[in-house]
């Protein structure tokens, strides 16, 4: 049973920052890409981030480049997403994909798995 559980999201001020965590069990993760998206109220998911699982390669939307980061353990299983300079409108729910295809890193529709989501909320 595949499992993906995000942890570190909360409540931070502008200009602050958060890592977001994403433990990955009951898959080889080392062959999966993984994706970060967000979500909020009466939206589609957003692109956030993406680190392929071959080459390492990595793809940020325009809306965070610059500020977030995403890296990737295989040893641990764990993909992360260091979120800096975060602003208001960063607030969503953040969700961790993963993804055994081929890299089309910002559909949403090409991965297989989805945890249960994170909050995260920029204060003004």
């Known amino acids: 049973q595949v499992q993906l559980v995000e942890s570190g999201g909360g409540l931070v001020q502008a200009g602050g920052s958060l890592r977001l965590s994403c433990a990955a069990s009951?898959?080889?993760?080392?062959?999966?890409?993984m994706g970060w998206f967000r979500q909020t109220p009466g939206k589609e998911r957003e692109f956030v981030s993406a680190?392929?699982?071959?080459?390492?390669?990595?793809t940020d939307a325009d809306s965070v480049k610059g500020r977030f980061t995403i890296s990737r353990d295989n040893a641990k299983n764990t993909v992360y997403l260091q979120m800096n300079s975060l602003k208001p409108e960063d607030t969503a729910v953040y969700y961790c994909?993963?993804?055994?295809?081929?890299?089309?890193?910002?559909?949403?529709?090409?991965?297989?798995?989805w945890g249960q989501g994170t909050q995260v909320t920029v204060s003004s």
């Open positions: 994909a993963a993804d055994s295809g081929v890299w089309s890193p910002s559909s949403a529709d090409v991965y297989d798995y």
């Open positions: 009951g898959l080889t993760f080392s062959r999966y890409t």
């Open positions: 680190i392929s699982w071959i080459s390492g390669s990595m």
